[in-house]
């Protein structure tokens, strides 16, 4: 695909908001033309006081001229800013939309794949420094150039020799700039890679803090912490000292146009091409060009930064999407089908070969197997987590390929070991399952789930609050809310992975009980790691290496599949081990 011009890409993505943006450009421009008045002003004045000009209303006109200019520039230059700040806010807030509407409709691994605290710089920071380019830069830079542009025609118009003169400075001042950003872009995304790393490793160190207490790793995890925060400051450091010379000598040079102006153009008058009205304009004009020049070239590194920042942001609006259609369609039944699928999260990985298995409506399926040999991944692929690639998916008769994600999605109520809990009260958790359910309906699921009793006994009932990711509930209290949240749904098919923690008796007794309630009637796969609690499942698979390596009833197996015979000696041995 040919790469974009990041500007024009930038320009694309305020797409809603071209019209409030060109005025702003417009009354910028409109605000620099007028704040050159003062200077044909002063020139003018200076011209009548060597001409001897002793008429006052001459200098009053001339000196209301400047005023003029200078309030309507400040005027106009505030307008443009504002409109300008209005419209790019509002485009930052649609960026993040429709990053927001994006990431959903990404196939789950892309989104895991990328860290917390990457995408957190992408979405929060990288969309932020879109306000510089956007809101300062579009309607600055125009005006800023076009300022000394004009002023540059008009002396071109009075005397081209001038004009010629005004010029060179600047070039020279722009070589040593130019030197600056050469590399600019390069510079900036390994500024953005290093801040990436140094974001990552603070959201690793303050999410994994339990880890690194309990395995007593502070002063390991702390150094890498400080290691990062180190090299992000000495990569910003050497950057901005090798560019602090160059930008200074730069400056310097650039508004220096008196340097040739005044002994050329003293040498033209004395020679007499040139005269005194001319010389002096041509002075006083001349100061106005490198100032805006020098104000446009602030913003050449925020140029420069905008191709990273696009990159940033479209490394995720255009990711790859799983593309199911919007048109619901009619499932016959909640029958499932796989049929010779194999996948792998990476290209390079195969991790499912060639799995086929059918999972009639209205029967408990489970998936047994050692650990890592693929069972998670079919039950995810079974819940549109991903999309296969060889192989096909069926529910109801229908390619789940072609079930839009919403209609899919509802059909799947997924329980996973990861019971994550939104930073939000212990109701709208629930309430999750179903927008929209009466607190009756929540409450009522919740007695069903069997945690109606524990949420009345925490400190506000259903309203207290329940930290990111759940924080002050205990495993298994997380494990029945999320239980009750998936009730609520109440989709035709329930995946569950099994819990492998908080099963001390007590707990287990509760959730068993709750995922026999919300299991009633449906179609369920259970990823089963306690083989004794699915010896009444309709048909099991055992899978491992990625492939179906058996499948029958509890009996049928321990007759036929030795492995399932091996499985349910350990797991007996480890029930008596864990009496003993
Ligand atoms: N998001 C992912 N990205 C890359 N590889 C993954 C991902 N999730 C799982 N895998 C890999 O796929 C393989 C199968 O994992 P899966 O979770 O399906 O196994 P499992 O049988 O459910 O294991 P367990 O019983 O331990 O939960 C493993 O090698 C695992 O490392």
């Known amino acids: 695909m040919q790469k974009q011009n990041p500007m024009l890409r930038l320009w694309e993505l305020g797409n809603d908001y071209h019209g409030s943006l060109i005025r702003a450009i417009l009354s910028a421009a409109v605000g620099v033309l007028c704040g050159m008045l003062p200077y044909f002003a002063a020139a003018q004045i200076i011209i009548g006081l060597l001409g001897g000009n002793t008429d006052p209303q001459f200098y009053i006109l001339w000196c209301g001229t400047a005023l003029v200019g200078f309030l309507l520039r400040a005027i106009l230059y505030s307008l443009a800013l504002s409109m300008s700040h209005k419209a790019t806010f509002s485009i930052l807030k649609s960026i993040r939309e429709r990053i927001l509407v994006k990431l959903p409709k990404m196939p789950l691994g892309t989104v895991m794949d990328t860290s917390s605290g990457q995408m957190k710089q992408i979405i929060v920071d990288q969309v932020e420094s879109m306000e510089r380019p956007l809101a300062h830069l579009l309607p600055e830079m125009t005006a800023n150039i076009l300022g000394p542009v004009s002023i540059l025609i008009y002396l071109f118009v009075l005397d081209w020799r001038m004009a010629l003169l005004s010029l060179v400075s600047i070039p020279v001042g722009m070589v040593f700039m130019m030197a600056v950003m050469k590399n600019y872009g390069k510079q900036y995304e390994g500024s953005v890679k290093v ?22 790793q502070g002063k390991n995890s702390y150094a890498k912490f400080s290691e990062r925060i180190k090299a992000n400051a000495s990569y910003f450091y050497h950057w901005m000292k090798s560019c602090q010379m160059p930008i200074s000598i730069s400056r310097a040079l650039a508004p220096t146009t ?26 006083i004009l001349s100061l106005g ?23 940033g942001v479209d490394s995720i609006l255009n990711g790859e999407e799983q593309d199911h259609g919007n048109q619901p369609v009619k499932l016959r039944s909640a029958d499932i089908q796989v049929d010779h699928v194999s996948f792998g999260y990476h290209e390079d990985k195969e991790i499912l070969h060639d799995v086929s298995l059918s999972i009639p409506e209205g029967t408990m399926t489970a998936f047994v197997g050692p650990s ?4 998670s991944t079919i039950a995810k692929l079974i819940g549109g987590f991903w999309d296969v690639k060889q192989g096909s998916i069926t529910l109801g008769g229908c390619d789940l390929k072609e079930i839009p994600l919403p209609q899919l999605y509802d059909q799947v109520a997924f329980v996973s070991q990861d019971n994550y809990l939104f930073d939000e009260t212990v109701r709208e958790n629930i309430r999750m399952g179903k927008p929209g359910a009466t607190d009756r309906e929540v409450e009522a699921v919740a007695k069903a789930a069997g945690c109606d009793s524990f949420i009345r006994n925490l400190e506000n009932g259903y309203d207290t609050v329940v930290g990111g990711g759940g924080a002050h509930l205990s495993g298994g209290e997380r494990q029945r809310i999320a239980i009750a949240r998936a009730m609520l749904k109440d989709a035709p098919i329930v995946i569950l992975d099994e819990a492998t923690a908080y099963i001390d008796p007590e707990n287990e007794a509760v959730i068993q009980q709750a995922v026999a309630r919300l299991v009633e009637g449906k179609t369920v796969i259970v990823i089963a790691h306690r083989l004794s609690t699915i010896t009444d499942a309709d048909q099991i698979y055992i899978v491992a290496d990625g492939r179906i390596a058996g499948s ?29």
């Open 195 to 216: 801040t990436q790393a140094m974001n990552s490793t603070i959201v690793e160190y303050i999410g994994g803090i339990e880890v690194i207490k309990a395995f007593n």
């Open 258 to 283: 008196m340097i040739t102006i005044l002994p050329v153009g003293w040498l033209l008058y004395q020679g007499g091409s040139l005269t005194v009205e001319t010389f002096i304009t041509a002075i």
């Open 289 to 311: 060009i490198a100032g805006p020049l020098l104000a446009a070239m602030d913003f050449v590194d925020s140029l420069a930064k905008v191709g990273t920042i696009v990159e």
């Open 372 to 375: 890592g040999s693929g069972k």
């Open 552 to 580: 029958g009833t509890h009996k049928e197996l321990l007759k036929q599949s030795k492995l399932y015979q091996e499985m349910w000696k350990a797991h007996i041995g480890a029930k008596d081990g864990d009496a003993a």
